[in-house]
């Protein structure tokens, strides 16, 4: 059985790729490429929420990975949110995410909003849902990232 592992990380840096970079390397995915899906989760897969990835394998192969991501450059609040449910029977399940320049408590109410509003469009028993919420105060003059990914197994060649 294959894992799906939740992480996530925040981060200010001077641009908005640095910052975006360093909450990859707080989430421990930064040395992969990630290649972002939708929002399926296969049957009979684990999910866990581990904060920080551990080794998937050699640096510069991909990452397959569902995204939850928000930049900003100005102060405030930025958020991401990841929330997933699966079929209580093993069968698959959803992840949804949302993300903006919002609080952590107002990301997360979208994202249970938009994981019921899935569930809804299909015939399948979900189980109770489950919620990460990365959030981080921006601060004038520098850009700040919060994220959190689903990252579907190991890292794979690219070539």
């Known amino acids: 059985m294959s894992t ?6 925040s981060a200010s840096a001077p641009t908005a790729m640095a910052s975006y970079d360093a909450a990859l390397a707080e989430a421990g995915v930064e040395n992969y490429n990630l290649v972002s899906v939708s929002s399926v989760i296969p049957a009979d897969v684990n999910v866990e929420a581990v904060g920080t990835a551990p080794d998937l394998g050699p640096a510069g192969e991909r990452l ?4 939850a991501r928000a930049t900003t450059a100005e102060p405030g609040r930025v958020s991401a949110a990841l929330a997933w449910s699966q079929s209580i029977d093993g069968g698959p399940g959803l992840f949804y995410e949302t993300s903006g ?5 107002d990301v997360e109410r979208r994202v249970r909003e938009g994981l019921d509003a899935g569930q809804d469009l299909r015939d399948w028993r979900f ?3 489950n919620v990460v919420a990365e959030s981080a105060q921006a601060e004038s003059g520098t850009h700040t990232t919060a994220l959190v990914l689903a990252v579907y197994g190991e890292s794979e060649p690219l070539l």
């Open 4 to 9: 799906i592992r939740v992480v996530w990380g």
């Open 64 to 67: 397959t990975v569902v995204e």
């Open 101 to 105: 320049e919002v609080d952590g408590t």
């Open 127 to 129: 189980d109770e849902p």
